[in-house]
Nanobody, 122 residues
Framework: QVQLKESGGGLVQPGGSLRLSCVVS????????IGWFRQAPGNEREAVSC????????YYVDSVIGRFTISMDNAKKMVYLQMNSLKPEDTAGYYC???????????????WGQGTQVTVSS
């Protein structure tokens, strides 16, 4: 059974940092893409960053370029999202998800974690 579970969210002041973690189990992820998505109340779920496990191709939404970094630890089946210089507009529920092929769209992802809340506020 495919499972993804996020951790690492919390309350942080503007300009601060957080590292989100996602542990993945239940499939051979060598051929998968793992994505981080976020959704704030009233907004659509958007792709923040995605990474292909097979070739390392990455994607970042424009608003996080230079501030967020996605990475994988293949041995531990972990995916991380390092978030620096956080802004209030980064406040959202953050979700990790897996897809069979590289995609920037939520509809392309098959399995989802429960999410972790990130709140950026002074």
């Amino acid at each position: 059974q495919v499972q993804l579970k996020e951790s690492g969210g919390g309350l942080v002041q503007p300009g601060g940092s957080l590292r989100l973690s996602c542990v993945v189990s239940g499939f051979s992820w060598d051929f998968y893409t793992i994505g981080w998505f976020r959704q704030a109340p009233g907004n659509e779920r958007e792709a923040v960053s995605c990474m292909s496990a097979s070739d390392g191709i990455t994607y970042y939404v424009d608003s996080v370029i230079g501030r967020f970094t996605i990475s994988m630890d293949n041995a531990k089946k972990m995916v991380y999202l390092q978030m620096n210089s956080l802004k209030p507009e980064d406040t959202a529920g953050y979700y990790c998800a897996s897809a069979n092929v590289f995609s920037r769209k939520a509809a392309g992802y098959n399995y989802w974690g429960q999410g972790t809340q990130v709140t950026v506020s002074s």
